[in-house]
């Protein structure tokens, strides 16, 4: 029980001596000069139909009113940002949260998609999404780069689509002869190779030579396997 007095002695004189804070700087900062700055610094960052809204603008009438104008700096990012209103004379910042709301058109699941189920065409959309919905998550902006990708886990319909639960499309299967470029330097020369393993971009392979039977790794790209060599 004293803990709790002694807690709400503590918050009674802070605010006490917050108000005769006030008091002795006369006028206290408008709330709304306050927003009007971070808006109009927001405004050039915010695309067509986006929107800004703010963080609680409380802590401006703890400050005394600004005679020079606001300066707002924003840092974080998108769709998570904050905004640093200072104040030249007298000197003081105030940090203020900022949530910018838009959207983008991003591929998501038309229907049902199983797990190992290879896209097609068919499968899937494109849908303007929040970017809340996806912020810090790698997703696909166009439909093109997933001709031959995989699920990787069962997708419900209105999935977004992101390079956590699509795989790379298969560019080499297991058994196939492939054409194999060995780079060395500035000099490219193709050989030809048995895949043993099935390999999608930037996996590393392990293929035969079928005239000498020797064995060796390549990494898979867009274009096919790859040897680079020191």
């Known amino acids: 029980m004293k803990r709790v007095l002694r807690g709400r002695t503590i ?23 306050v927003a009007a700055a971070i808006k109009q610094a927001v405004t050039a960052g915010v695309p067509p139909g986006g929107t800004a809204t703010l963080g609680p603008l409380t802590g401006a009438k703890y400050m005394q009113a ?7 700096t924003l840092t974080g990012t ?6 640093g209103v200072h104040c030249g004379s007298p000197n ?69 689509l992101t390079q956590s639960n699509i795989g790379e499309p298969v560019v080499v299967k297991a058994g196939q002869t492939v054409s194999v470029q060995v780079l060395s330097g500035a000099v490219s020369v193709s050989v030809s190779a048995r895949a043993e393993e099935t390999g999608r971009i930037g996996d590393t392979i392990l293929l035969t030579n079928p005239s000498s039977g020797q064995r060796f790794t390549a990494i898979v790209t867009a274009n096919g396997p790859v040897v680079q060599l020191q």
Do not use: K, N
């Not at 998108?78 to 905004?83: F, L």
């Open 11 to 33: 918050m009674i004189m802070l605010a006490a001596a917050q108000g005769l804070a006030a008091s002795a700087w006369g006028e206290t900062q408008d709330t709304g000069a």
């Open 66 to 72: 600004c005679t020079t104008p606001l300066a707002v």
């Open 78 to 83: 998108e769709p998570y940002e904050q905004a």
């Open 92 to 160: 003081w910042t105030l940090y203020v949260t900022v949530t910018i709301a838009r959207s983008t058109a991003v591929v998501i699941a038309a229907r049902p998609i199983a797990a190992g189920q290879t896209l097609s065409p068919a499968d899937v959309t494109m849908h303007d999404e929040p970017v809340s919905m996806y912020a810090g998550r790698q997703v696909f902006y166009s439909i093109a780069p997933l001709a031959g990708a995989t699920a990787l886990m069962t997708l419900p319909p209105g999935t977004i």
